[in-house]
Nanobody, 125 residues
Framework: VQPVESGGGLVQTGGSLRLSCASS????????MGWFRQTPKNGRVFVAA????????MYTDSAKGRFTISRDNAKNTVYLQMNSLKPEDTAIYYC???????????????????WGQGTQVTVSS
């Protein structure tokens, strides 16, 4: 599994972006998928995750009600729909694959096995 993110860019406050993460290989559905974001100030922090089947989703508090994670296992792709964006959402967003089979692992970057290269999201005020 090799995630590759796309969809980042520059958007004004209140706008929306949809990030995509396409993964190679035939075992995509064996992995939970997560989105993290990184800034120089805060480091790499959890944003959202989705279980292998898509039946369980988890969000950080700041993303709840604004962001939606989803996946299409037939397309080996996970998405992050981001609405009502704020300047504090500005970061590099990373997609990652997690082979651990319990949702408690989703929050922890160290428990993810594969990472994409990141995509920049900039929200202007």
């Amino acid at each position: 599994v090799q995630p590759v993110e796309s969809g980042g860019g520059l958007v004004q406050t209140g706008g929306s972006l949809r990030l995509s993460c396409a993964s190679s290989g035939t075992t995509f559905s064996n992995y939970a998928m997560g989105w993290f974001r990184q800034t120089p100030k805060n480091g790499r922090v959890f944003v959202a995750a989705i279980s292998r089947s898509g039946g369980t989703t988890m969000y950080t508090d700041s993303a709840k009600g604004r962001f939606t994670i989803s996946r299409d296992n037939a397309k080996n792709t996970v998405y992050l729909q981001m609405n009502s964006l704020k300047p504090e959402d500005t970061a590099i967003y990373y997609c990652a694959a997690n082979s651990a089979n319990y949702s408690g692992s989703y929050y922890y970057a160290d428990l993810y096995d594969y990472w994409g290269q990141g995509t920049q999201v900039t929200v202007s005020s």
